[in-house]
């Protein structure tokens, strides 16, 4: 998530590229049979011995969504300003959505 808004916000390629790389370590170390799995300890060696036999919905409900955010090659969103970042907010699952606008009382 801070790699894809510190791209939107700077436009830094940098953060794209620390994006590409957490996507290819995942592909690299968590990539299994039907899925991926998570690490007992990501301090440690990535081997067999340390995986736990789980997916964390996260990684396909929050993190690859931000990855894809950041290098869908659709001509309707490689504009960085697509989703812009001022009329929009994103929920937790990175949803983007229109801000509330105050009520008066």
Do not use: C
């Not at 510190?6 to 994006?19: C, D, F, P, S």
């Not at 299994?32 to 990501?42: A, I, M, P, Q, R």
């Not at 690859?64 to 659709?74: A, I, S, T």
């Amino acid at each position: 998530e801070s790699l894809y808004l510190l791209w939107k916000v700077t436009g830094e390629q940098r953060y794209r590229e620390a994006g590409w790389t957490v996507f290819r370590k995942i592909e690299q170390f968590l990539k299994v049979d039907g899925g991926y799995t998570s690490l007992e300890d990501v301090s440690s060696d990535p081997s067999p011995t340390n995986r736990i036999d789980e997916m964390k919905s996260f990684l396909l409900a929050e993190a690859f969504k931000y990855l894809y955010l950041m290098f869908v090659d659709d001509n309707s969103m490689a504009d960085r300003d697509h989703i812009n970042l001022h009329r929009y907010v994103f929920n937790t699952e990175a949803h983007p959505l229109p801000p509330l606008t105050p009520v008066e009382q």
